[in-house]
């Protein structure tokens, strides 16, 4: 299954501090999306890295991939207590999204 | 423009009963997605429509769960004779035309609860 897994399960950090999370999948994929979710609702699409790409950013969001580790990071710079949320990754080799069981992101204030 | 939108925000429902759940994708997207996530788990896939067709069913659990997209837009998720066990935020997706590598919007979801 090309099903995304984070890690660490859970991170908590001081307002300011850098979070950085990781994802590891197991096939080939055409591209890999990375989406925030705030008290189980709606997801919020952070960024999407082709599979010819190895890094790209997006203000304060930091995505880095390496197809032959099978594995994501995303990095988020200078947290504020708006970034506590859920974020999952999702490995995607069609139109389907496998999205694993996400990182919690706790910011300290 | 709108984002996705999905109706009832929350619905409870006891064992055996039928439950319809509603989605409005954003407007000119013609790939429509149904996901189920369980509790502290991630989404599952259900099924994926291109235009008014089901392109890709092989997510549904079992045959009591059945999605329609009669005109292309407006998406309903059936389910017959709900069980405890379907108890899930119920979210839905839209994209352009379903290409590999598009970005999926995900609307705010349903909440399912099934006494």
Known sequence: SQQGEEDPQALSIQEGENATMNCSYK?????????????????????????????????????TLDTSKKSSSLLITASRAADTASYFCAPANDYKLSFGAGTTVTVRA | GAGVSQTPSNKVTEKGKYVEL??????????????????????????YFQG??????????????FAVRPEGSVSTLKIQRTERGDSAVYLCASSLGGAQGETQYFGPGTRLLVL
């Open chain 2, 22 to 47: 509603r989605c409005d994708p954003i407007s000119g997207h013609t790939a429509l997605y149904w996901y189920r996530q369980s509790l502290g788990q991630g989404p599952e896939f259900l099924i």
């Open chain 1, 27 to 63: 096939t080939s994929i055409n591209n890999l999306q990375w989406y925030r979710q705030n008290s189980g609702r709606g997801l919020v699409h952070l960024i999407l890295i082709r599979s010819n790409e190895r890094e790209k950013h997006s203000g304060r969001l930091r995505v």
């Open chain 2, 52 to 65: 008014t067709g089901a392109a890709d069913d092989s997510g549904l659990p079992n045959d009591r769960f």
